[in-house]
Each structure stands twice: as C-alpha cells, then as structure tokens.
C-alpha cells in the first residue's frame, strides 16, 4: 500500500470543511469517539485517510481522525486481543457504493469479510482493519457524504439488561433498527445490543480500548452520576494541553467509557 505523501496529510490535517460530530440531544449529549490501540500509528493514520476519508487530527499527545458523527482516536499501543475477543465486537459505516469501496479496499490488500443483506435490507460487509479493528459496513445510496459513522455493536449474553443500563444512564429510548429491535440512539450513532452464547471480555487494552461519549456540560452530567452511585474509573477532570475535559465509567458488562467536552471542536 502506498504511503500519503506529507503535504496530502497537511492538506487534510487543515480542511475545516470536514463535519462535525451531530447535534447533541436537548440533554446536551452526543456521540463522540472509539479509541484504538494500534501497533502501527502511521497505517492506521493511512488507511482511515485514504479510505474514510478522514482528516488526522493532532492535539499535544492526542492523535484522532475526524469524521462525519464521530472521530477515531489512536494510541500507539499493542493491543492485548482482539475486538471480537470483547464484548464491544464492532463499529459500522454507512457507505453510499458498496462496490466502490470494497474495490478500493481489496486493491490495497486488505481484508473482506462477510457480504450479506444486513438487518436493514441493504447490502453490508464486514472488514478487517489491521490489529484485528472490525468494521460493519452497510450501503446507503442516499447518503448526503461517500461515508459516515452508523452503529456500535455490543455481544453479550447480558445484552438486554446492558440495553436497559445504557438508556437509563444517558437518558436515551429504545428504539429498533430494522430487525434489531434491541437498539437505541444516541445523536450521530445507533447503539445496537446483541446475544452471545459465552462471556465476552472486558475492552481495555483491546483493540477497541474504549467508547466515547460527548456532552455540552460534562461537569453536570458527573454529578448527577455521583449522586446516583456510579463509580468513576476517572474523576471529572479539565486537561487544557489538548482542549478535552474527561472522565472514565465503566459499564457493566466491561466496556470502558470515556465521558467527554470539547471533542466537537476536534
């Protein structure tokens, strides 16, 4: 696979013409981001360019690709397993030509998976990224952009109660996709549940390290989680050398989260 050259990078790195993350909801929330180890930093940086049509985006030690409804950030770090080794088995893209991108993928050595009509009676594929990173894609030839970010997917036997765990803490409804009635929506992504028939493991150090949620007023939403009990991996902090205020939960199937403010100026 050819390697960008710098000034195409600098170029994208500079665009502001890229979308945002979505609207957040009237209580101030929004989808942010999934967070990957990756042994190769400058490959992954390749790929979510060249084929996501991704800007790099790069804050003190804090690297991400931005994307239509959330970003991609990366740290560079071996991961420990697998994504679909966890219960956060894999993340999706719309694409609007299916057989456009995976020509374009297949070219470049890449991994295909499974084509098959997905829940939503459109065609869908699943890709492998490098570090064992699974993707859904699902074609829609509607879509205003060549590509944007759709639904993350847990696999749990405890899907149903980890449904009902997501919708009471963020406020959020139930609300099906296709024939997946076990969905919710959070604004820029579908959160989808599903079953497995074996324990699956918790995210961190993972493939997929961690999933991100965006909010207006981060501070108020960790108060209301501490007068509610919830127990913080992180406490609410402000971190100015990359514009983000944090903090961590972790939910109880074992997905890390980070709750964030100021990634939508990414």
């Known amino acids: 696979m050819k390697r960008l050259p710098i000034f ?10 890229q979308a945002q993350l979505a609207t957040p909801n009237p209580a101030g929330l929004t989808y942010g981001h999934v967070h990957l180890n990756v042994s190769d930093m400058e490959l992954h940086k390749q790929i979510w360019v060249e084929h996501f049509n991704g800007v790099v985006v790069e804050k003190g030690p804090l690297t991400a690709i931005r994307l239509p409804n959330m970003l991609v950030a990366l740290t560079a770090r071996e991961p ?25 993928w297949r070219a470049a050595g890449l991994e295909v998976g499974r084509v098959f009509i997905g829940a939503e009676g459109q065609t869908n594929a699943y890709i492998m990224l490098p570090d064992k990173v699974y993707v859904e894609m699902q074609e829609d030839q509607g879509l205003s952009t060549e590509i944007s970010g759709y639904h993350i997917h847990f ?70 989680l ?12 402000d971190i100015p050398a990359i514009g983000l205020k944090i903090a961590f939960i972790t939910d109880p199937s074992g997905v890390y989260i980070e709750l964030t403010q100021g990634y939508d100026e990414f």
């Not at 600098?10 to 013409?17: E, I, K, N, P, R």
């Not at 390290?209 to 207006?216: L, S």
């Open 155 to 224: 696999i749990t036997p405890d899907y149903e109660e980890l449904l009902a765990w997501y919708t009471d803490i963020f406020s959020l409804e139930v609300r099906p996709r296709g024939s997946i009635a076990t969905t919710t929506n959070a604004p820029g992504m579908n959160i989808s549940f599903g079953n497995s028939n074996s324990a699956r493991l918790p995210t961190r150090g993972a493939a997929l390290d961690h999933i991100g949620f965006e909010f207006d007023d981060l501070e108020a939403f960790c108060k209301k």
């Open 80 to 104: 420990t397993m697998a994504m679909q080794e966890t219960v956060m088995d894999h993340f999706g893209f719309k694409v609007r030509d299916m057989d456009a991108f995976l020509e374009k």
């Open 8 to 17: 195409i990078l600098l170029l994208l790195f500079a665009s502001t013409t």
């Open 226 to 237: 501490e007068a509610r009990g919830i127990e913080f991996d992180v406490p609410y902090r």
